[in-house]
């Protein structure tokens, strides 16, 4: 990991300077590790197949194994998905911005890469500053997948971060040691009644407690 590409970033209030830099790199293809509420994320240009496929190659993901995106609002998620159920309206107003990750029908346009060719696409407005602001600035989604090895644990800390993906990123925004613990809870919004795929931050009577 060089030192040369690492920024430090206030996770509260990151420098527009810092910001404007990483969603240039994004923009041109690069991939940048990003602090969330808990662990670092990789972000790449969610529409860029080639940086997609470099973020399967980083993390030796499966190529079966869909990534999520993180995107600046609900009209965002929109231009992304065939339709919004009204049920998963109201877990959007509940939950968003927040640690729930929805997974919808795509449209048919989004590249096969990034869906895995499952026609689905998970999505998630994120609650801290400095996806938020890069989703903004680039007005584009971003993955938002966890920057660790398919299968290992997550990364809370930049100096624990496995060299196999530090050496092949583009930028490091260095918040300090996160809080760590559970990912997003996954909710599946393609059928008739919410279904959770993985119960993580937010706890599954959580969700199922705003349609009583």
Known sequence: MT????????PV????DIICEAAHVIKNGGIVLFPTRCLYGLGADAFNVDAVNRVFRIKQRPVNKPLSVLVKDIK???KLV???????LQIMDCF???KVTIIFEAKA???VNLTAGTGKIGIRIPEHTVPSALANMLNSPITGTSANLSGS?????VSDLEPL???KLDLILDAGRLKGGAGSTVIDVTGDAPKILREGAVPAKDIFAIFK
């Open 96 to 98: 968003w911005p927040g």
């Open 76 to 78: 965002a998620v929109e």
């Open 165 to 167: 993906i530090a050496d």
């Open 13 to 16: 209030n990151p420098l527009p």
């Open 153 to 157: 644990p997550g990364c809370s800390v």
């Open 3 to 10: 030192v040369d590409k690492i920024r430090k970033i206030d």
């Open 109 to 111: 346009a989004l590249p």
């Open 82 to 88: 065939q339709y919004v159920p009204a049920y998963a």
